[in-house]
């Protein structure tokens, strides 16, 4: 069973950036038939997908924050990472990593990371 | 850019009946590439359905999808008490690659 956990600061400050990192327990992020990713949530409101990286190093990012999202690997440690810069309070929110799978189904989710922008 | 709509965005039901949602797609999701997940308040999203119509591990078969191209049902047969939940459906290989519907709340009636 793949298990995921987020982890990183709970608040930042407006025009700084967000860092986030999940580690991968149960798989690996080697694994070549899922695709690592970040979703959102602000309060009361829907789910909004951020990116998503391939072991290999691969990206795709969600085009409406293409400039301010980066989603980054490291293999070494099983963990994938998210950095959104500038922020400003319209993106607090619950954070989630999830793996997708192959048939684009995001299959195991960390349990969230609730991030408030405010200085 | 495939946007998702989902219908209706309260459906107000009793347990035991039928519970029919609707997610429509404003161009083609290829190849059924569309998910169905529950969230609960307080809880993270559980994957229900994918392919449009393949439930996933451990998901009662009270649960079933269905639909191609643009029009996608959730079904769910018989409502139990924990099935009242906010209900997402998402579609994969679009542009953007990866996108969600704004969610149908089902509550009890």
């Known amino acids: 069973q793949v298990q995921l956990q987020e982890s990183g600061p709970g608040l930042v400050k407006p025009s700084e950036t967000l860092s986030l990192t999940c580690t991968v327990s149960?798989?690996?992020?080697?694994?070549?038939?899922?695709?690592w990713s970040w979703i959102r949530q602000p309060p009361g409101k829907g789910l909004e997908w951020l990116g998503y990286?391939?072991?290999?190093?691969?990206?795709n990012y969600n085009p409406s924050l293409k400039s301010r999202v980066t989603v980054s690997v490291d293999t070494s440690k099983n963990q994938f990472s998210l950095k959104l810069t500038s922020v400003t309070a319209a993106d607090t929110a619950v954070y989630y990593c999830?793996?997708?799978?192959?048939?684009?189904?995001?299959?195991?989710w960390g349990q969230g990371a609730l991030v408030t922008v405010s200085s | 850019e495939i946007v998702l709509t989902q219908s209706p965005g309260t459906l107000s039901l009793s347990p035991g009946e039928r519970a029919t949602l609707s997610c429509r797609a404003s161009?083609?999701?290829?190849?059924?590439?569309l998910a169905w997940y529950q969230q609960k308040p307080g809880q993270t999203p559980r994957l229900l359905i994918y392919?449009?119509?393949s439930r996933a591990t451990g998901i009662p078969d009270r649960f079933s999808g269905s639909g191609s191209g643009t029009d996608f049902t959730l079904t769910i047969s018989r409502l139990e008490p924990e099935d009242f939940a906010v209900y997402y459906c998402?579609?994969?290989?679009?542009?953007?690659?990866?996108?969600f519907g704004p969610g149908t709340k089902v509550d009890i009636k």
């Open positions: 999830a793996s997708v799978k192959s048939y684009g189904a995001f299959d195991y």
């Open positions: 998402q579609q994969y290989g679009g542009s953007p690659p990866i996108s």
């Open positions: 392919a449009a119509s």
């Open positions: 990286i391939y072991y290999s190093g691969s990206t």
């Open positions: 149960g798989g690996s992020v080697r694994s070549g038939s899922n695709y």
């Open positions: 161009q083609s999701v290829g190849s059924s590439y």
